[in-house]
């Protein structure tokens, strides 16, 4: 857990909940992230039981909360989370399982679990072509639950992102955001190789985009 440095115990923060992707460091996150995000929020990056995120783990989020509310000041309205890979898809389990303590999440590389859940505002960031998920490669069956979830229309517009270098790819955020929705869902189809070359990591683009999602809130 690291406080922003403004925290002075009575004036209560918002708060990010980072999950790391299977077999990396809670540290994941941190480097990403933590240079954006630390100045404003409270950050926690748990570690999973096992080398990736499972359904054996929803209770250390009821423990997090427990610490949170007991032993931080915190914002309860502004409790976030972001994740990649199986952190990712951790964020939607938790949400399938009736998860409702998030004001927004931006999961990266994530998958269906489910149908649908109670909305909550969403940045759904996903590489095209990705080899990690040869089921779904470009994210059409990912995006569905949030869309369905968030009552948006099928119908987008664009959602400007400046684009970034990763190593000598020129990186297209490919950014929408969907229509009607109740709450605000915004899709982004990558063209990052990174992770290897598999499209499967979080974007060069995602270092900024990700707070300045969070900051909107």
Not at 35 to 43: A, E, I
Not at 135 to 159: A, F, H, L
Request: hydrophobic share 30%; charged share 20%.
């Amino acid at each position: 857990m690291t406080f922003p440095s403004n925290y002075d115990g009575s004036t209560p923060v918002p708060v990010v909940i980072g999950f790391h992707a299977a077999s990396n460091p809670n540290t994941e996150i941190k480097d990403r992230l933590g240079d954006d995000l630390g100045d404003k929020y409270l950050m926690l990056y748990p570690t999973s039981d096992g080398s990736g995120w499972a359904e054996s783990d929803f209770p250390k989020v009821d423990a997090i909360f427990d610490t949170l509310t007991t032993d931080a000041c915190i914002d309860e309205n502004r409790v976030f989370s972001t994740g990649h890979s199986s952190g990712a898809q951790f964020i939607v389990q938790l949400a399938c399982a009736g998860e409702t303590r998030f004001r927004a999440v931006a999961p990266v590389a994530s998958s269906k679990y489910c149908n649908s859940w109670q909305s909550v505002a969403a940045l759904v960031i996903h590489g095209i072509g990705d080899q990690e998920r040869s089921w779904d490669p470009n994210g059409e069956e990912d995006i569905v639950p949030y869309r369905t979830s968030n009552s948006c229309e099928e119908s987008s517009t664009e959602y400007p992102v400046d684009g970034c270098q990763s190593g000598s790819t020129q990186v297209d955020p490919g950014c929408v955001e969907f229509s009607g929705c109740d709450a605000q869902t915004i899709w982004c189809k990558h063209n990052d190789p990174q992770y290897g070359t598999s499209h499967h990591g979080i974007p060069c683009f995602a270092d900024t985009l990700i707070p300045a999602f969070f900051d909107s809130f």
